[in-house]
């Protein structure tokens, strides 16, 4: 019995996990939503509009979320010593964005199907 | 001053009187020297055309970090270094000008921007973009 109860916590719990990080990605394409980043990089996030912007779809989660923080530290007017991204359009659509909004769309976006590798 | 007396070869001699009957003249030729500038700073600003074959002697200054999977960057966050190939070549020349011109800064990639010519750039972008 106990060992039953142990391994319904276990199950409790993984299914907690596992839909907590399903929300996040919901979240996240909440976020690309409501700020309408598709407007430039694609409604697919690896078709923008211009060639000059980046494919985001499949990039790192981790890379991505750094940059838009980038952009915040640029736009608040951080060093250049503290790893900045001056970008008037990004900055103003970044500095909207919480930490939780940053890190669901990244993830989102990492998701997302691209053509991006880690090749050499 | 060689410009002027080209158009005008008596100018220096003349008094301000006869510069002021020769002002169309100099007008004309202040546009015509605008123009040419124009059309010189033109020509600067054409893209550079990317090869990328001739990148394959120039990365290895980016496989050391961009083609080993799983490397990090470590500040002010931990995180991947992005992944750079299948990346559209225009978009890799925005960021690697970004670095040289401080509009993006890393310590790393500032400093390989910097060395990189317009040239390097070219071909780098179309060999990381071409790489999938």
């Known amino acids: ?120 | 001053m060689k410009l002027f007396k080209f158009m005008s070869p008596n100018l220096k001699r003349s008094g301000s009187a006869s510069i002021a009957r020769r002002l169309p003249q100099v007008f004309a030729g202040l546009a015509m020297a605008a123009s040419c500038a124009f059309a010189s700073s033109g020509l600067a600003a054409e893209p550079a055309v990317g090869n990328a074959e001739a990148a394959k002697a120039k990365v290895s200054m980016c496989i050391g970090c961009h083609g080993i999977p799983g490397y990090r960057a470590s500040f002010p966050e931990v995180y991947s270094v992005p992944k750079i190939a299948g990346q559209n070549a225009a978009y890799l020349q925005v960021a690697l000008r970004a670095y040289a011109s401080g509009e993006r800064t890393h310590l790393t990639m500032d400093a390989i921007a910097k060395s990189l010519s317009d040239q390097d750039i070219a071909d780098l972008s179309a060999y990381y973009a071409k790489l999938k």
């Not at chain 1, 990605?25 to 912007?53: F, Q, R, T, V």
């Not at chain 1, 985001?56 to 736009?75: I, N, P, S, V």
């Not at chain 1, 970008?87 to 997302?112: I, T």
């Open chain 1, 1 to 120: 019995m106990k060992h039953l109860k142990l391994a319904l916590c276990g199950f409790v719990v993984m299914i907690g996990s596992g839909l907590a990080q399903a929300a996040d990605l919901k979240a996240g394409k909440a976020s690309w939503e409501k700020l309408n980043c598709a407007s430039c990089h694609g409604a697919d996030a690896k078709s923008p509009i211009m060639p000059a912007y980046p494919i985001l779809a499949g990039q790192h989660a981790d890379f991505l979320a750094h940059a838009l923080k980038a952009y915040q530290r640029g736009a608040a007017g951080a060093p250049a010593s503290a790893n900045v991204r001056k970008n008037a359009v990004m900055g103003a659509f970044a500095v909207q964005m919480s930490k939780q909004d940053v890190e669901n769309v990244a993830a989102w976006l990492a998701s997302q199907p691209g053509p991006l590798a880690v090749r050499r």
